[in-house]
């Protein structure tokens, strides 16, 4: 069983409220493929599309993956999945197998921010954003759309100043009004943009201070792709901040680390059946309470 | 008509589900029910009156619509949703309300109760005090020396001593019982589970006590005999904070893989814990109800009247009973729940923290609005939380 394990492979799905990501990696670890992709609202076939991209990707066929874990928003529709892990157990192993001293990682995606503490690999703590966009990947959108401004371009543009001007408010909507009006006292739009990013930070970090940011921070999920939050989080904290060349995929791949560890485990312990996987389309009952 | 008869955790089932069925039988028969809020007036004195006390809860599946008309929504959800059934009519078989200054939106809750059109023949509120001091004792015996006067003149009925040691008697033999029930969940996997429990827990604050004291003894017999168990789980843990009456958290727990083996609520181990202790007199009660029952509405202090502080000491004083939980029914975590908007237990939470923190004890805290519906988002950090304990 151990030799024939060894020459399969383990996959993570990670269904996120915007996005979602899957990961292959081998029987020691490594990365074999990933993709990320637009959730959308349908998370069923979703997570069967990005499996089926990923295998693509990294040449293999769902006979060869041992085991599956999903996680995220999503996790509970993922039915080929063999187990489902919460995206703070995994966010937290996938981040220390990149960065294995991290002591925290802040995690802020398209419309939950996290905050984790991690020691020796494990989690210890935590905090997340409640019922509120403010501090997400969601504030930055529609800060883009009221300027008109790709993404991208408005981290880029946030980079030409050292001087960001004060948004003071941190619900979505107010600040979004406070914008407009810093626009209309002919403030910079750098300047704006930076004050903008400053102000995603400081909702974020408030969150990590209640469980002390010690160093290495680890900064991931697709905010983390823009140049501006990644300088704020820096000015914010006063410490440098390490972010994973694709920031998007930890989640997912701890939940491939994590199946890997847990197909040995079960090895070990003579429990591991793998079974035949197909890629059902989850049944979702919608009378059921889940979110 | 009663067609099966039900007994044990199907009949405290049953009553969960209609918790006012039993006092309204009574009500009809012509007994008279006074409904009290939180755990400080004394149901003896309500028991020894010849009436029928009836805890008061709310309803998390019940949306709060007519409150409005008393409040606003910055205030305590669990005393809203009380008002609201009030005003919805689902307490007329009350024939009275008696609280307590627990806290400010407790009393607000009475005034506003008193001025509304469900104001009953009786309403009654008692002053509190806030220390568990000597001449706070006193003071508070004779708040509970004019209730039981304004009970006396409601029911007819003059409160004895006999009257009053018999309905001590009565319930710290249910206090017992419900310690005896608690002891079955030390076990692992424990032999009742957390929603069981609460439903017998609601089931005793809605009937006569000597009707409940049957029921846990029932219980007890029932849990020690049955072969379909509670399953072991991956953790086992303690759900602390204010009131807690609706089994929808503990359903959400369980299915996190945890058992909860044991609380520190109000509708749990805070309102059992403590017995009324000889002479039975009204002094004792004073004794039980101010110094013995561990709330945090009360300030405590390891030594009361020292100015010099000890942090250490102070938070080892007030919360050590909640160590010999951990200890005794083998926690491997807590649950620190509160409602939102409730300023008596959002204080107490870093302290407690700070607390369980330096005993190597893992805590999460979460918080809700007192509706069922609002309890999925917390979900994956609850299942997180028993996967960091693993």
Redesign the interface.
């Known amino acids: 069983m151990l030799n024939e394990i060894s020459r399969l492979f383990f996959a993570g799905i990670d269904i996120g409220s915007t996005m979602s990501k899957a990961v292959i990696v081998d029987a020691s670890g490594v990365v074999r493929a990933y993709v990320v992709g637009p959730t959308g609202a349908e998370h069923r076939r979703r997570a069967n599309k990005v499996m089926e991209d990923v295998m693509l990707k990294a040449g293999i066929t769902l006979d060869e993956v041992a085991y599956i874990i999903s996680t995220g928003?999503g996790r509970v529709s993922v039915p080929f999945a063999d187990k489902q892990?919460?995206?703070?157990?995994c966010h937290a192993r996938g981040v220390s197998t990149l960065f294995p001293d991290v002591r925290t990682a802040i995690d802020i995606g398209g419309q939950d921010a996290k905050v984790l503490k991690i020691k020796n690999g494990?989690?210890?703590?935590?905090l997340?954003n409640?019922?509120c966009a403010a501090g997400t990947g969601r504030f930055l959108e529609v800060a883009a759309d009221t300027l008109g401004l790709d993404l991208n371009e408005m981290g880029r543009i946030s980079l030409q100043t050292e001087t960001p001007v004060k948004i003071n408010s941190l619900c979505t909507i107010f600040a979004q009004q406070e914008i407009i009006s810093r626009l209309s006292e002919g403030q910079p739009l750098p300047d704006i943009l930076a004050g903008v990013y400053i102000a995603v930070t400081t909702r974020v970090v408030k969150l990590a201070r209640q469980l002390k940011v010690e160093p290495p921070v680890v900064f991931t999920g697709g905010v983390a792709k823009n140049v501006g939050m990644v300088k704020a989080m820096e000015i914010v904290l006063s410490m440098p901040v390490l972010v994973p060349e694709e920031p998007l995929i930890t989640g997912a791949l701890g939940a491939a680390i994590l199946a890997r560890d847990q197909a040995f485990q079960l090895v070990q312990d003579g429990l591991l059946q793998i079974k035949k996987k197909e890629l059902t389309e989850a049944h979702i009952d919608f009378t059921e309470?889940?979110? | 008509m009663v067609t099966a008869i039900s007994k044990g955790l199907s009949l405290a089932h049953q009553i969960y589900a209609d918790r006012g069925k039993r006092v309204r039988e009574l009500s009809e028969a012509g007994k008279k029910v006074v409904g009290y809020v939180c755990l400080y007036p004394p149901v003896e004195l309500i028991t020894a009156s010849g009436m029928v006390p009836f805890r008061i809860f709310g309803d998390m599946s019940e949306p709060i619509t007519a409150a409005d008309q008393v409040s606003t929504t910055v205030v305590c959800p669990f005393l809203r949703s009380i008002i609201d059934l009030g005003l919805k009519g689902k307490f007329n078989f009350l024939d009275g309300i008696a609280g307590a200054h627990t806290c400010d939106i407790g009393m607000t809750l009475i005034i506003a109760w008193r001025d509304s059109k469900i104001a009953r023949p009786f309403t009654h509120f008692i002053d509190v005090p806030h220390t568990d001091q000597a001449a706070a004792v006193d003071y508070f015996e004779g708040q509970l020396n004019s209730f039981k006067r304004h009970l006396e003149e409601f029911s007819g009925n003059k409160i004895t001593d006999d009257r009053l040691k018999a309905a001590a008697e009565l319930y710290n033999k249910q206090r017992k019982l419900v310690r005896e029930l608690y002891d079955l969940r030390k076990s692992d996997p424990p032999l009742l589970n957390s929603i069981e429990n609460l439903e017998v827990m609601v089931s005793l604050f809605s009937l006569p006590v000597e009707e409940g004291n049957t029921l846990v003894e029932e219980v007890i017999r029932e849990v020690k005999e049955r072969s379909n168990r509670p399953a072991k789980k991956k953790t086992r843990l303690l759900v602390w904070g204010p009131v807690l009456d609706n089994t929808a958290l503990f359903d959400l727990i369980e299915s996190a893989d945890a058992n909860v083996v044991v609380d520190d609520t109000c509708v749990g181990t805070r309102a059992f814990w403590a017995d009324v202790k000889p002479p039975y007199d009204m002094h004792s009660l004073a004794q039980r109800y101010l110094v013995d029952l561990k709330c945090p509405r009360t300030y405590r202090q390891s030594e009361p009247g020292e100015t010099k502080r000890d942090y250490d000491k102070d938070l080892d004083s007030r919360f050590n009973y909640i160590k010999k939980a951990v200890t005794d029914w083998h926690v491997n975590g807590i649950i620190l729940q509160s409602v939102k908007y409730c300023d008596t237990h959002g204080y107490e939470v870093p302290n407690l923290k700070h607390y369980f923190d330096t005993l190597g004890i893992p805590t999460i805290y979460i918080e809700h609005d007192y509706s069922e519906r609002s309890l999925a988002p917390i979900k994956t950090r609850i299942e997180a939380f028993v996967e960091t304990l693993g």
């Open positions: 928003y892990v919460t995206e703070l157990t494990r989690l210890t703590d935590f997340t409640e019922k309470k889940n979110r």
